[in-house]
Every structure is written in structure tokens, then in C-alpha cells.
């Protein structure tokens, strides 16, 4: 009877220890308050997110630069590509410098499928929205010149749908997309950085 309750204690305590100290570190990764609370490209198109997370880097880099990583590296840095964990960053790994970004214009469907380009202004903003049969989901990704630099900020939102399947896709993903996203935006930074 003791080693059920320690059991319990223990669950408790890491679930506690998640949802008071990690999940709020990883929901914003590398932002600043203003970047956390500020308005993104996109953040009208999922009006009431039962998940956001806002994440940032800065990259030594122009946005001309950083930006033809984002496209390169599968046309953003999040989930819904190549089964789930972001675009295939293996090319960056190998040391090939970044190539021209191809064209890319609302209704272009991403690598993967499910993502969508819903909005672009190049090299300056890029939002992407899933809307599945469990989750809508946008992508929001903002490059922000900061004077021989870049501010690399990306935001996720996501509704999920009344079901049960709804509410798994949520949970999920916020479980999971910390992982994937802060590999992505550290592989951007590194290929920005190291195409200079």
C-alpha cells in the first residue's frame, strides 16, 4: 500500500514540476516578454489558441540570408513535415551552404502536406496553417532585421477540435513540438550564420 502512494507522490510531484516550471520555459524558448505577447502575422487565424508558444533566436545573419535557410530547411521550422519532426536538417549537418529559396505564394502546399502557406512577405514574415479534421494549426515565422542581424521569432497556434481526438492532437503536440522546434530554429541560425 506505501509503494502505491510513493508512486502517486512521485507522478504528482513530476506533473506538478511540468506544468509549473518546464512547460512554461519551453512555450517560450529564447523570446522575449515583448515577442511573447506581441501580435505575429497570423495570430488572427486561429483566434482562440488552446495552445501557443512563442520561440525565438537571433541569428548573425540579414533576414535575406536567414530567410532562404527557413525555405531551404523545408519552408519552416515546425511540425507537419517529414512525419511530424520538421523539416530534414541533414543537408545543414553536411555543411551545404544555403541555395536560392524557391518561390513560394499563398496555397502552396509544404513539404509533408497538411501545411499550407496562408501568408508571405519575403524575407520578412511566412504563416502556415493546417487545418485538419482534429486541429487547425498555424506556423507563424517573422524575421526581424535588427541591424546587421536577425530576430528569428516563430509562433504555433492551435485549436483542437469538441472530440476526444481533438484534445489528444493538442496534448500531443505540446508535448512534442518543443523538441522539434528548437532543433529547427538552431539549424537555421547555424546555416544563416555559417553561409556569411
Known amino acids: 500500500m506505501i509503494l502505491p502512494?510513493?508512486?502517486f507522490r512521485l507522478a504528482a510531484g513530476a506533473?506538478?514540476?511540468?506544468?509549473?516550471?518546464?512547460?512554461p520555459w519551453h512555450?517560450?524558448?529564447?523570446?522575449?516578454?515583448?515577442?511573447?505577447?506581441?501580435?505575429?502575422?497570423?495570430?488572427?487565424?486561429?483566434?482562440?489558441?488552446?495552445?501557443?508558444?512563442?520561440?525565438?533566436?537571433t541569428v548573425d545573419a540579414p533576414p535575406a540570408v536567414v530567410w532562404a535557410?527557413?525555405?531551404?530547411?523545408?519552408?519552416?521550422?515546425?511540425?507537419?513535415?517529414?512525419?511530424g519532426t520538421?523539416?530534414?536538417?541533414?543537408?545543414?549537418?553536411?555543411?551545404?551552404s544555403a541555395q536560392p529559396p524557391h518561390d513560394l505564394k499563398p496555397g502552396d502546399v509544404m513539404d509533408g502536406g497538411g501545411f499550407v502557406v496562408e501568408r508571405i512577405e519575403a524575407p520578412h514574415s511566412l504563416v502556415l496553417a493546417d487545418r485538419g479534421a482534429d486541429a487547425t494549426t498555424t506556423c507563424s515565422i517573422a524575421l526581424r532585421d535588427t541591424g546587421g542581424g536577425t530576430r528569428?521569432?516563430?509562433?504555433?497556434?492551435?485549436?483542437?477540435?469538441?472530440?476526444?481526438?481533438?484534445?489528444?492532437?493538442?496534448?500531443?503536440?505540446?508535448?512534442?513540438d518543443f523538441v522539434a522546434m528548437r532543433?529547427?530554429?538552431?539549424?537555421?541560425?547555424?546555416?544563416?550564420?555559417?553561409a556569411r
Do not use: F, N
Open 152 to 176: 528569428l521569432v516563430y509562433r504555433l497556434r492551435m485549436r483542437g477540435e469538441p472530440t476526444v481526438r481533438g484534445a489528444a492532437h493538442v496534448a500531443m503536440t505540446d508535448v512534442g
Open 86 to 96: 520538421g523539416p530534414d536538417v541533414r543537408t545543414e549537418a553536411a555543411g551545404e
Open 27 to 57: 512555450l517560450r524558448w529564447g523570446a522575449t516578454d515583448s515577442e511573447v505577447h506581441g501580435d505575429l502575422p497570423g495570430d488572427d487565424v486561429v483566434p482562440l489558441p488552446q495552445l501557443q508558444a512563442t520561440r525565438a533566436v
Open 5 to 7: 502512494r510513493r508512486l
Open 183 to 194: 532543433r529547427q530554429l538552431l539549424a537555421v541560425k547555424a546555416g544563416a550564420e555559417s
Open 15 to 23: 506533473a506538478a514540476g511540468y506544468l509549473l516550471a518546464v512547460r
Open 69 to 83: 535557410w527557413v525555405v531551404r530547411l523545408g519552408g519552416y521550422p515546425g511540425p507537419g513535415t517529414r512525419s
